[in-house]
């Protein structure tokens, strides 16, 4: 113990279950799990995430979870929420410290109401109301249309708003992460992105996905210091065209490629500190990880998720790592507040773990 | 005794080794640096720990706290027993040995709870909750449905027969009541033999049906069925249930989607199966009461169910079907109906003074 100063930080992105700075994976050789992390100043490079996490805690936590959610008539689902992802960042060991999830159930119930409130009523307003009232097809066209653009642009409100919680929630020794962008320009970015790449007939994908990570990856510190990233879509033009041309012939699994490059990609151009992420996450390895859970998860019904997230935050942690000296010295606590808001609304739209 | 761990400050990414005496009223940690803080028991706080292999992990202060890491869990078990009245502030070590029973009792319970839930709980709060329900609203659903299901030019309108049907209707609703419900029978030219009640009161005849009738007492029988339908309010209990068991299965997946609701979603729907031939075999007997109070020919009833018997049913019943068919198997249903209708007193019978072949034309141009 002793060492110090010299460290790094991945983000732990367990299962998915924390957004952020995953994406990504890899690393130089990813010998095995049981890697252990560098203990100490020693190694300038090769800075490891560790995942202790098992299968069977998680799954006696959610069993009680399960339990605790029936009996209080699905009030406790919001503290059942932070007891996972209590036991997953606290699983993920970086530099011999464990990363630990600040959050409360009270604000993440709190976060649900306000979304559904704000947002959800709204937006169910606009899709029912005129069809009870039985408006004319005008009006009726016009509603949903508006739907539409609300969703469109609630979807970045909610990432933003879900980064900003989540990432303002998680610490590392002692030092919180936080997320800084602006909401409205993330709006703006994802906006104008989605319309090119539906203009584009998806062609745009590769420099839309690239940059909203890229916008999400730069607005990101621990504490005082910042995240950079400096990829370009253009880059995964190619290995796009190639998923596109051997979608048929590969029956789709060709996917699987082009998501570890852009995962491999992603990672590579994440900086911090002058220090650069790596990823080994190959096509072949993402394919295994994710038949493999899906067999978990339909032979035990469904019931044995809390496995494939593990098994999901172990892949992760094995194929993620930082590269080169680190001087964690400078760096000073900076919190950020943060509402769980954009976390509830990010509830309605999509899961906080796809699994499939 | 000393205990080695390390001291975070909570404004700085740098660890400190520490060495921790665990004193009468709190902690005494002396950093590498020489510096020594004393953290009293009751601002202290565990937030990691808890399972095996975790470090313990103690925190003082608001949000942004100062922490303290301790490898060995022993740790906990010295500073329970100083800190005596706050002892509940630090999680017991050997709570982990009840783990592995408690989670099993947890798991035994919640597939308990979900059973109950399921048999008991769902219809009952269905059922309470069905009565905040005013009939209006229900009226105004059963209107719209009819509205956008049946074009007027399907409906058939010939006012001196349907006299005659509704006369059967009127003779059902006089031996029962039923309340606010404006009950009214529609028949509507679609070759497929079947029937509807929407809620509110609109029953819906179509003609395959009505062919398929040999006697206004039969089709006294499918009136009576649907009415209870209609009047227990099946159509407003089963979206309660729906939406009831879609709030189980969020409790039970959890923190995930996809996939794993999907997988649930099978169950849901097996399980509005089953809801749904409870109601079923609700409105037969309901019906078949209702068919005795009216002094109807019961025996029209069970022909008519006799009629719909898959030839595959006839045969044999198949055990998987029981579960799969939204209707109870009409052999049993017939059966069920033989018994209720058993002691019935002289019937009265129906329309005495009109050809029911001619009735039953009453889509014809």
Known sequence: ?356 | MSWQGHYLDGQSAQRRRATVQVAPTGLEITTDDGTTRRWPFSQIRQTQGQYAGEPVRLERGGELSEALIMPDVAFLTAVRAAATARRGRFHNPRWRLLRTPLTLAAGLAAIGLVAVLYRWGIPAAAGVATRFVPVAWEARLGDEVFARLVEPEHRCQNPERQRAIDSILARLTQAQGVGLYRLRVAVVDWPDANALALPGGQIVILKGLLEMTDSPEMLAGVLAHEVQHIVKRHTTRAIIQHASTGLMVAAIAGDVSGIVTFALEGARVVGALNYSRRAEEEADVEGMRLLLQARVDPAGMIAFFEQTLHPRERAEPNGMWRYLSTHPLSRERVAALRALARGAGPPVKLLPDRDWKDVKRICAA
């Open chain 1, 1 to 356: 113990m002793g060492q110090d100063v010299r460290a790094t930080w991945p983000a732990p992105s367990p299962g998915g279950i924390t957004p952020a700075l995953s994406n990504g994976e890899n690393a130089s050789v990813p010998t095995d799990d049981v890697a252990r992390p560098p203990r100490a100043t020693g190694s300038a490079t090769g800075h490891r995430l560790v995942f202790h996490g098992r299968g069977w805690s998680l799954f006696g936590i959610h069993i009680v979870n399960v339990f605790l959610t029936l009996v209080t008539l699905t009030i406790f689902y919001f503290w059942a929420k932070v007891r996972g992802r209590r036991y997953v960042f606290g699983q993920t060991e970086f530099e011999g410290d464990r990363f630990t999830f600040h959050g409360r159930g009270t604000e993440l119930l709190l976060g649900f109401i306000k979304a559904m409130v704000l947002f959800g009523i709204p937006l169910t307003a606009l899709n029912y109301v005129p069809q009870i009232l039985d408006a004319s097809t005008p009006v009726t066209a016009a509603t949903s249309l508006a739907a539409y653009a609300l969703v469109l642009v609630l979807i970045p409100v909610a990432r933003a708003g879900a980064r900003r919680y989540r990432l303002s929630r998680t610490s590392w020794r002692g030092i919180h992460f936080s997320f800084r962008g602006r909401t409205a320009e993330f709006v703006r970015v994802f906006v104008v992105g989605s319309l090119l790449a539906v203009v584009t007939l998806g062609f745009y994908y590769p420099v839309f996905a690239t940059r909203n990570h890229a916008f999400m990856m730069r607005h990101s510190y621990f504490g005082t210091a910042k995240f950079d990233f400096d990829g370009h879509g253009r880059d995964l033009l190619v290995d796009f065209l190639y998923a596109v041309l051997l979608t048929l012939p590969t029956f789709g699994f060709a996917w699987f490629w082009f998501a570890a490059a852009k995962r491999r990609y992603f990672w590579e151009r994440t900086s911090f500190l002058g220090a650069r992420f790596r990823s080994t996450v190959t096509g072949g390895r993402l394919l295994r990880l994710k038949l493999g859970n899906l067999l978990v998860i339909i032979l035990t019904l469904g019931l044995g998720w809390p496995f494939a997230m593990i098994r999901t935050a172990r892949f992760t942690c094995r194929h993620v790592m930082l590269e080169g000296a680190l001087d964690l010295g400078a760096i000073r606590q900076h919190a950020e507040g943060a509402t769980a808001t954009g976390e509830g609304l990010l509830s309605l739209f999509e899961a906080d773990l796809d699994l499939g």
